[in-house]
């Protein structure tokens, strides 16, 4: 086991004290044992609750670890050591060649008298051997010990070892129910894998026997739960909010520049192979027209990917405090490659970027922190970008290699505007081949999708009122009386179309 091998060089690298920063303190431990069974060396565990506890257990160096955690090891005269300052006595003055494994630790490294022991454990590590291994969720070394410290991150499985572990919940799941097989649909195995990488050994196991043991099967329902479930773990605080309702292309009327575009970079972004020359893609910018699709295009391409979707609120992330801003938004970053493979929407990016008035110089830093992580970011983070006013947009965000293209996004064609009434009118269990839809769409010259779809929804309530089926002309009734955005703000949408014309791709 190259993890074991790899933590087992750690120790015999001589470090006094060893940090693993990890929510799986089971599995830590149990790896630990291993290394001071195969080792000879003795093991001892310290918690709160049990105090300094010595894993020997019929003459052999091993770790009995229950379901709920506990740890139920023989005692060898560590009586009177729950507070950590008589266990760290304990250790410096009784023990030799041991490792000590001290769970949870982190609120007693405010205690100088506790930080004190601990380094002189530490300086005397030559003529005792002892070692002292944190296991914590998050511990902040007080900076006299540094010097004396090493970390040890564990591993996170990759899809290989995923895919293992649903093999080896639904061989266990088979042997409880009679040796029946578990349904999988395999496109539906597949994301289930790709959505739990990012997570640790247990909560996989938790998720995939979830998944299973509800109804002996994996379907694309499990894969939305794991989304779910992954975005809670992640311990969002707010600033990124995870999007339920995604959509499909075929959701989309028109841009099928930008369909094609992000269809032939979905295998590389979702396999993420190292291939010579290709760099995983950054994102996109999608520029236009209020009420064309953007937001919709968005929602699509994390539907289509099979990756969740998270939705950065600019609302949220803004912060009166100094200093909160900052570290809201490399919270929200932190969270979304905690997710990754993901989508993450920033919906108005300019809201959030411009500078204005802004006396502090809060959103220069914000727009500083985005574009550092743009640049130097290896996570399958990819970037959906959306923006109404050009001119509100920093010069530095729309240059070359930023994000990987600008679309721009224009008010449909007739024949788009046919295929998003279409839309509109399926989602609304009306057959769209009953009603002429190259009439509406030449009536409808100048209206947005948007608009679109609210001449529709609007039509339905007349019909209703009125106690009869929806026809056409109800439809058209609707859009003789509106003004669409095309004539209210006719000069602005000319000065972003001449604005995009040769700077931009044509998303349709």
Known sequence: MLEQHNLELLLDSHFPIVVVETHEERRSVELLSRIAGAKGQALFVWSASQGLQNQVLAGTWALRLEDDMSIAPARLDTDGTLEPEAALEHVRSRLRDAIVVLLDFHP?????????????IGQGYAERKNTLVLISHKLEIPPELKRLCARFQLSLPDEAAIRQLVL?????????????????DKKAMELLVRNLVGLTVSDCKKLIRNAIYRDGAITHSDVKEVMEAKYRLAGHDGVLSFEYDTMSFADVGGLAVLKDWLERRRRFFLEAREQAGLDVPKGIMLLGVQGCGKSLAAKAVAGVWGVPLLRLDFGALYNKYIGETEKNIREAIRTAEALAPCVMWIDEIEKGVQGGNDETGTSRRVLGTLLTWLAEKKARVFIVATANDIEALPPELVRKGRLDEIFFVDLPDQATRAEI?????????LDPGVFDLSQLAAATEGFSGAELEQAVVSARYTAFAK???LRIEHILTEVRHTRPLAVVMGERIAALRAWARGRTVNAG
């Open 108 to 120: 007693y490294l405010s205690n100088p008298r506790v930080v004190r022991l601990v380094k002189e």
């Open 168 to 184: 080896d919940e639904a061989k266990a799941w088979s042997l409880a129910n009679d040796r029946h097989k578990v349904k999988a």
């Open 421 to 429: 009434l279409a839309v509109h009118l399926g989602k609304r269990d």
């Open 467 to 469: 106690d009869e089926s």
